[in-house]
Nanobody
Framework: QVQLVESGGGLVQAGGSLRLSCAAS????????MGWFRQAPGKEREFVAR????????YYADSVKGRFTISRDNAKNTVYLQINNLKPEDTAVYSC???????????WGQGTQVTVSS
């Protein structure tokens, strides 16, 4: 069992930056692929980024490439999402997820709200 708690969201002006954190409980954090997803009001949840267990491999949605960076610190059981040059369309609830496969994330956090003003 893994519990995930996100933090770092907030209200920011367009062009600003945020770093989201996702703290995980449990001793097997380093075994999981970690992903970030977001859901904007009235829209379906969409994939943002993922990182493999070692941090050596990352993958991003086309819409965030070049602006978002996912990373992890297995010693701290934490995965991060650095978001630069924020745009109003980035406004969403951002959630992290953990799984043994990128096709199936078994554990989800509650999410953290990111609001970008123009």
């Amino acid at each position: 069992q893994v519990q995930l708690v996100e933090s770092g969201g907030g209200l920011v002006q367009a062009g600003g930056s945020l770093r989201l954190s996702c703290a995980a409980s449990g001793r097997t954090f380093s075994s999981y692929i970690m992903g970030w997803f977001r859901q904007a009001p009235g829209k379906e949840r969409e994939f943002v980024a993922r990182i493999d267990w070692s941090g050596g491999s990352t993958y991003y949605a086309d819409s965030v490439k070049g602006r978002f960076t996912i990373s992890r610190d297995n010693a701290k059981n934490t995965v991060y999402l650095q978001i630069n040059n924020l745009k109003p369309e980035d406004t969403a609830v951002y959630s992290c997820a953990a799984g043994y496969s990128s096709a199936l994330y078994e554990y989800w956090g509650q999410g953290t709200q990111v609001t970008v003003s123009s």
